[in-house]
């Protein structure tokens, strides 16, 4: 059953990360890679919300939500992918800049959902 629950989140993650990477990405004509930053982003806000009502909801949420729908929104290999291909193309502020701000804004925004799931709860 949890697969299937899995299954059905990431059957949501998956296209929305594609359809929100080429969004965001056609809106700005640069090297940087903003749709990839912008999916982790958004997943790490969500996942930090998820673990601050991880006590309150049931299980099933957190493989639907947590393991389906971020783990398909958000991708480490393509930020991987993206911050090698930026260095061979000599682009070394770019890539040095991705580094920088892909694990900063992930992290504070994981941060940042968990702080407010958690005002919100009270």
Not at 7 to 34: C, E, I, K, N
Request: aromatic share 10%; hydrophobic share 55%.
């Amino acid at each position: 059953m949890t697969a299937a629950l899995v299954f059905l989140g990431a059957m949501v993650g998956a296209p929305l990360r594609y359809l929100a990477d080429r969004a965001v990405q056609s809106r700005h004509d640069t090297l940087f890679p903003w749709g990839t930053l912008t999916v982790n982003v958004l997943g790490s806000l969500v996942l930090g919300g998820l673990t601050a009502a991880g006590t309150v909801l049931p299980p099933a949420v957190s493989a639907v939500v947590g393991v389906g729908f971020c783990g398909a929104l958000t991708t480490y290999s393509t930020f991987g992918y993206e911050t090698l291909r930026l260095a061979q193309d000599e682009a070394y502020f770019y890539a040095a800049l991705n580094v920088v701000v892909s694990v900063l804004a992930s992290v504070g925004a994981a941060l940042l959902g968990r702080v407010a799931v958690l005002a919100v709860l009270g």
